[in-house]
């Protein structure tokens, strides 16, 4: 499968904010924005030029797709399956995009980056209600339970857990379980559950053209 294979921080640097690509070095004085906080490019920063509506509209779908890991066909798909489904198109491509088990592995903080919860889902570290699952685009439902495998338990990529997992903000409508290296999906999330950087109504709008 196709990937982004480009520095992310140049991804960053595009949007003008951290979209937290690079794990634990977006925390650090070595972040991209922090450093050079203009657009990538060969004439160094100029400044950011006025945007029109439509280019607003570009902006917000890029930005939506590159925090989520996604890749352009990924994300369309993903927006004609919230366009069908009944409600809001925006609030509906949010809570597909929350839900998926890559993304909820990366907000449960079992995974510093969302390209690295994708990775170990892909080598099958997680069970959900008791069956591997390694397919990263999940969208997980309320009362499922995600455990990580047992073998995987005392691997390197959950050494110091606990430690890690102080650091983290688990949003409320999930509940991890510290004793049984589980977490538990309460309810799908709602419009203040979802990022704060992103506006869906742009995407939704941008869609329409």
Known sequence: MAKYLGAKCKLC????????????????????IVKRPYPPGLHGPKGRARQSGYNLQLRE?????????????????????????????????MKLLETRLDNVI??????????????????????????????????????????????????????????????????????WDAKKFSAKVLELPRQENFEAKINPQLIVEFYSR
């Open 13 to 32: 640097r595009r949007e003008g904010e951290k979209l937290m690509l690079k794990g634990e070095r977006c925390y650090t004085g070595k972040c991209a």
């Open 61 to 93: 779908k890029q930005k939506a797709k590159r925090l989520y890991n996604l890749l352009e066909k990924q994300f369309e798909l993903s927006f004609k399956r919230a366009s069908k489904q009944k409600g809001d198109a925006g609030e509906n491509l």
């Open 106 to 175: 990366y907000r449960l903080g079992l995974a510093a980056s969302r390209a690295e919860a994708r990775t170990l889902v892909n080598h099958g570290h997680f069970q959900i209600n008791g069956k591997k699952v390694s397919i990263p685009s999940y969208n997980v439902k309320t009362g499922e339970i995600i455990k990580i495998k047992k073998s995987s338990q005392t691997s390197k990529r959950f050494a110091n857990l606990s430690d890690r997992l102080k650091k983290m903000e688990i949003p409320g409508w999930l509940y």
